[in-house]
């Protein structure tokens, strides 16, 4: 069966042909991961790059993000049943004093969208409560949120905090006020400026 109807349904957000094409998928015996890696990653990915050249917006990612999250509702116990995890793990969260999320849960879900798995710890999130997420979900990334620069001091905070505590966990940033520049100051592996390429720098951090 071709999955590219089912990325075209993805990418344009049409949540009910996303999820009729993903039965369909099924009937003809493909298997989960693969519908998910060749049939909704790609949708995505085709929203992300659009977003990134300023053809898409919010709306757009989040109507995507929607039709995405329909179709992975019937293929998640599948995948679950058949022992397939995720490749890697990222923790996210708004930091500590911010109570803002439309651009961590923008970035959330690109990273489901490209098969990661994620442990969204909300806003208002302590150096602690990441530390110990990431621990308990032995993850890979820990993502850091702040809209406002009165809270960006808690992201430093957090990179200390994962030193000291000697996880090999990446930590990376975004968010408006933050820049690459303050990245670099505080120690923290990488700094995105959007959502989709968030994805990017964590598969780059991954690789490497």
């Known amino acids: 069966m071709d999955l590219k109807p089912l990325t075209d349904a993805i990418a344009k957000g049409n949540r009910a042909e996303a999820t009729k094409l993903t039965k ?17 990653v790609p949708g995505m990915s085709i929203v992300g790059e659009k977003f990134k050249r300023n053809e898409a917006f919010v709306p757009e990612m989040l109507i995507a993000a929607r039709a995405m999250k329909e179709s992975m509702a019937i293929l998640e116990p599948l995948l679950v049943k058949a022992g397939i995890k995720p490749k890697y793990t990222c923790v996210i969260g708004t930091v500590q004093g911010d109570l ?4 961590k849960n ?21 150096p602690q409560k990441f530390i110990e997420a990431a621990k308990s979900s032995n993850a890979d990334v820990i993502a850091l949120s702040a809209l406002l620069t009165t809270t960006m001091p808690s992201m430093k905070q957090t990179v200390v905090a994962a030193k000291e505590a ?3 966990t990446k930590v990376i940033i975004g968010g408006a006020p933050v820049t690459q520049q303050f990245c670099d100051e505080i120690g923290a592996d990488g700094y995105s400026p959007d959502a989709a390429s968030a994805v990017d720098l964590v598969l780059k951090l991954m690789a490497a």
Not at 100 to 103: A, F, N, Q, T
């Open 166 to 168: 000697g996880l090999k």
């Open 106 to 126: 923008l970035v959330a879900m690109m990273l489901k969208g490209a098969n990661l798995g994620v442990v969204d710890l909300g806003t208002n999130v302590s």
């Open 100 to 103: 803002h999320d439309i651009g």
């Open 24 to 40: 369909a998928a099924l009937d003809a015996k493909m298997l989960p991961q693969d519908i998910v890696e060749k049939g909704l």
